[in-house]
C-alpha cells in the first residue's frame, strides 16, 4: 500500500501552481526581476520532479538529483540575497513579513536548500511505491515562493501542513530536525514532500495576494 500520507497534501500545491506560476513577470526590474527568474529556474526544477513522483513521467534518480542540485543552488543565501528590505515594488508579491522575520525566512531558505541536498542523496531510494507515482502527489506542475511562483493559497489553504510553523518552518519536525544522515536515508518521496511543506511554507506566510497591496 502506497504511503498516502506523504503524497496527499502536496496536491493543492501542485494545482495551485499551475495556474499561479504565470503571475505577471511584466514590468519587473532590478532584484525584483532577479528573484522572479530565480523562481522560474526552480518551478522547472519542480515540474520535473512532480512528474516523477506522481507516476506523470518515469522515476530517474539521476533526473531527481539533477532537478534537486537546481533547488539546492537557489536556495539559503542565494534566495534570501535577492530579498534586501523594503523590495516591495510591483510586481512583486512578496509580504512586508519577509524583514519583520527575517529569521525565520533565512531558517525556511535554508531549510530547502538542506531538504534539497537531502533530496538528491535519497534519490536511490524510491521506497513504498515500486516507482510508481501515486497519481496524486503532484497533480500537474509544482512549486513555491513568495513572488509568484505559486498561485493562490498554496498548499493547505493557511499556515501549511503543521500549522503556523509547517512541518518545518524554523522550529523542526517533531520538536527536532532530521539529521542529514537520517534524511539520505529516507524514501525519496517523503524527502520531496518536506520541500514541497517548506516551500508551502514559506509561501503561504510571505507571499501576498493581489488585494493585500
Given at each position: 500500500m502506497k504511503p498516502v500520507f506523504v503524497w496527499g497534501s502536496a496536491v493543492v500545491l501542485s494545482a495551485a501552481?499551475?495556474?499561479g506560476v504565470v503571475l505577471a513577470h511584466g514590468g519587473a526590474t532590478g532584484v525584483v526581476k532577479e528573484r522572479m527568474e530565480l523562481m522560474k529556474d526552480m518551478k522547472g526544477a519542480m515540474k520535473s520532479l512532480s512528474e516523477m513522483f506522481s507516476g506523470e513521467a518515469t522515476y530517474d534518480a539521476a533526473q531527481?538529483?539533477?532537478a534537486a542540485a537546481v533547488l539546492e543552488a537557489a536556495s539559503g543565501e542565494a534566495m534570501t540575497r535577492l530579498f534586501p528590505e523594503g523590495s516591495?515594488?510591483?510586481?512583486s508579491e512578496a509580504k512586508a513579513e519577509i524583514w519583520q522575520e527575517?529569521?525565520?525566512?533565512?531558517?525556511?531558505?535554508?531549510?530547502?536548500?538542506?531538504?534539497s541536498r537531502a533530496l538528491a542523496e535519497s534519490a536511490d531510494n524510491r521506497g513504498g511505491a515500486s516507482g510508481q507515482g501515486?497519481?496524486?502527489?503532484?497533480?500537474?506542475?509544482?512549486?513555491?515562493?513568495?513572488?509568484?511562483?505559486?498561485?493562490?493559497?498554496s498548499m493547505m489553504g493557511t499556515d501549511s501542513m503543521m500549522g503556523g510553523d509547517s512541518?518545518?518552518?524554523g522550529s523542526g519536525m517533531m520538536g527536532g530536525a532530521p539529521s542529514a544522515e537520517h534524511?539520505?536515508?529516507?524514501?525519496?518521496?517523503?524527502?520531496?514532500?518536506?520541500?514541497?511543506?517548506?516551500?508551502?511554507?514559506c509561501h503561504t506566510r510571505y507571499r501576498a495576494e493581489k488585494d493585500e497591496h
Open positions: 501552481v499551475a495556474s531527481v538529483r539533477a516591495l515594488h510591483m510586481p527575517w529569521q525565520r525566512f533565512q531558517v525556511m531558505a535554508d531549510d530547502l536548500g538542506r531538504y501515486s497519481g496524486t502527489m503532484m497533480g500537474s506542475h509544482s512549486m513555491m515562493g513568495t513572488d509568484s511562483m505559486m498561485g493562490s493559497h512541518m518545518m518552518g534524511l539520505a536515508q529516507m524514501p525519496s518521496e517523503m524527502v520531496f514532500k518536506m520541500v514541497t511543506d517548506t516551500c508551502s511554507s
